[in-house]
């Protein structure tokens, strides 16, 4: 059990729409970082929150955005789906460049 | 950039049998390594890590030594069990965590 809980565990949803993944953390972790793992892959660094600000992107556009809030949870948004978006979405926290906590993932399809 | 190569899997084992998974990394710096284990519908849990040269990782009888003059972190355990069988991935931190693709290991009875 790692604390960090995700909602939805799984989403379908049609190109062109948008979608909001959710996280929180019992132990209030003041960092939290968003990963996307395609299927057969490792996770690829989405963008990482501290202190409610982004502080550090990795190489995905715009439409992928997010918020972290006073309590620390923290929401990912993505705009435009596009088939390619299907994944698992993982949210973890800990420290800045050691994120210890993983949730168990949102896994997203896009049709 | 840095990036993470890891062996291709599956490798299958049987119980009681040695493991290695090799892994080998490119960096412009001294990242931090890390082996993360992920089981069948969950999350990544972190496995070990080793912070600098030759500090060697451990737990739950997995080892893994860094080695800046080979640029490898190859994982090991002198005796696997069913209860193993996930999918592990090497890592390193530069700012955020880069993952290898991981490699599949399963272990029969």
């Known amino acids: 059990e790692t604390g960090v809980t995700q909602s939805p565990t799984h989403l379908i949803k049609t190109r062109g729409q948008q979608v909001t993944l959710r996280c929180s953390s019992q132990?209030?972790?003041?960092?939290v970082s968003w990963y996307q793992q395609a299927l057969g892959q490792g996770p690829q660094f989405i963008f990482q929150?501290?202190?409610?600000?982004?502080?550090g992107r990795g190489n995905f556009p715009p439409r992928f955005s997010g918020l972290q809030f006073p309590n620390y949870s923290s929401e990912l948004n993505v705009n435009a789906l596009e088939l390619d978006d299907s994944a698992l979405y993982l949210c973890?926290?800990?420290?800045?460049?050691?994120?210890?906590?993983f949730g168990n993932g949102t896994r997203l399809t896009v049709t | 950039g840095d990036s993470v190569t890891q062996m291709e899997g599956p490798v299958t084992l049987s119980e009681e049998a040695f493991l290695t998974i090799n892994c080998t990394y490119t960096?412009?710096?001294?990242?931090?390594l890390f082996w993360y284990v992920q089981y069948p519908g969950e999350g990544l849990q972190l496995l070990l890590k080793?912070?600098?040269?030759?500090d060697k990782g451990s737990n739950k009888g997995f080892e893994a030594t860094y080695r800046k003059e080979t640029t490898s972190f190859h994982l090991e355990k002198g005796s696997v069990q069913v209860s193993d069988s996930a999918v592990y991935f090497c890592?390193?931190?530069?700012?955020?965590?880069?993952f290898g693709t991981g490699t599949r290991l399963q272990v029969f009875p």
């Open positions: 929150y501290y202190r409610e600000e982004e502080n």
């Open positions: 132990s209030g972790h003041n960092t």
């Open positions: 080793a912070t600098k040269a030759d």
């Open positions: 890592a390193l931190s530069d700012r955020q965590l880069i």
């Open positions: 973890a926290t800990g420290g800045l460049n050691s994120p210890l906590h």
């Open positions: 960096a412009t710096g001294y990242p931090s």
